[in-house]
């Protein structure tokens, strides 16, 4: 089966731009995540959805990113505008069910942002 | 506050040695935890989990990690390295309460020389 597609691959911008990531589910998966990995550091998660509805959007910095997931499949992850600290790898992944933990999560090749 | 710890930046073995990446955690009720490894510019692979039952975790690749509630850990081993085990692995907890919410280790970074 195919796995989590995102695009583009590498982005740089320039501070107060904005950027926009795609990622598009392992087909039939229910939940989304957008995690966000800076360099030295383990992921940390910045929204999960359930089909089109936010489960979990708490460390999200509302005030500069946004997401949405408007058909239950395909998503988008927005920064506008951009801050040098926004420069790491983010990493979209799926899973089956709605989110219980008893199915594993299955990670997209990520897309890495450099600002500058 | 749940947490993750993995306490080696890197783990150097031999190949045809066995390896062991360490991982220890905090959380509140019962753990749910996972091993992922991340190879160059690739996403996170599941390698394997622990929800209950056998404390001893086969996964793939020939990895496996035993569960240890008095000391709350969860150690990834092999008994035998190769050198395409050369990676970035990555310890994660969820708790019970929290099924979905999975908080990640910093990572450890295997490398096995021939």
């Known amino acids: 089966e195919a796995g989590v597609a995102q695009s583009p691959r590498y982005k740089i911008i320039e501070k107060r731009q904005s950027v926009a990531f795609w990622c598009n589910p392992i087909?039939?998966?229910?939940?989304l995540y957008w995690y966000q990995q800076i360099l030295g550091q383990g992921p940390k998660l910045l929204i999960q959805f359930q089909n089109n509805g936010v489960v979990d959007d708490s460390q999200l910095p509302k005030d500069r990113f946004s997401a949405e997931r408007l058909k239950g499949v395909d998503s988008t992850l927005k920064i506008q505008p951009a801050k040098l600290e926004d420069s790491a790898v983010y990493l979209c992944?799926?899973?089956?069910?709605?989110?219980?933990?008893?199915?594993?999560?299955?990670f997209g090749p990520g897309t890495r942002l450099t600002v500058l | 506050a749940q947490s993750v710890a993995q306490p080696e930046d890197q783990v150097n073995v031999a190949e045809g040695n066995p390896l062991t990446v360490k991982c220890t955690y905090s959380v509140s009720g019962n753990p749910y935890l996972f091993w992922y490894v991340q190879y160059p510019n690739r996403g996170l692979q599941f390698l394997l989990k622990?929800?209950?039952?056998?404390?001893l975790v086969k996964g793939s690749y020939g990895f496996e990690a035993e569960f240890n509630k008095s000391q709350t850990s969860f150690h990834l081993k092999k008994p035998s390295a190769l050198v395409s085990d050369s990676a970035l692995y990555f310890c994660?907890?969820?708790?019970?309460?929290?099924?979905?919410?999975?908080?990640f280790g910093s990572g450890t970074r295997l490398s096995i020389r021939p």
């Open positions: 994660a907890v969820s708790p019970y309460s929290s099924a979905s919410k999975i908080i």
């Open positions: 622990y929800i209950t039952g056998d404390n």
């Open positions: 087909s039939g998966h229910a939940t």
């Open positions: 992944a799926s899973s089956l069910d709605v989110g219980s933990s008893y199915n594993e999560q299955f």
